[in-house]
């Protein structure tokens, strides 16, 4: 799925990492990292992102540029 999805904005900040923290004795923790997230072609996002398909300007509306297009089609 998520072949006809569009992203619209900005490339992405990239973290990909899907982490579970586990509490130990002593007040210490331990951190595992135990997934990574994909794009739609299954290639990892860390330190990445997520390029847009339609790049946006920080100052423009995403939202009204992404109603535009959906108009168009």
């Known amino acids: 799925g998520g072949a006809n999805v569009r992203v619209f904005g900005q490339n992405t900040f990239g973290k990909g990492l899907i982490q579970d ?3 130990l004795p002593g007040g ?10 994909a794009d739609r ?3 990892a996002i860390h330190n990445v992102g ?9 100052k423009a509306d995403a939202l009204q540029a992404a109603l535009q ?5």
Request: glycine share 10%.
């Open 50 to 58: 997520i390029a847009p398909d339609a790049a946006i300007d920080p």
């Open 69 to 73: 297009y959906l108009k168009s089609i």
């Open 21 to 23: 923290l586990y509490a």
């Open 41 to 43: 072609q299954g290639r």
């Open 28 to 37: 210490c923790g331990l951190r595992i990292s135990t997934g990574m997230y």
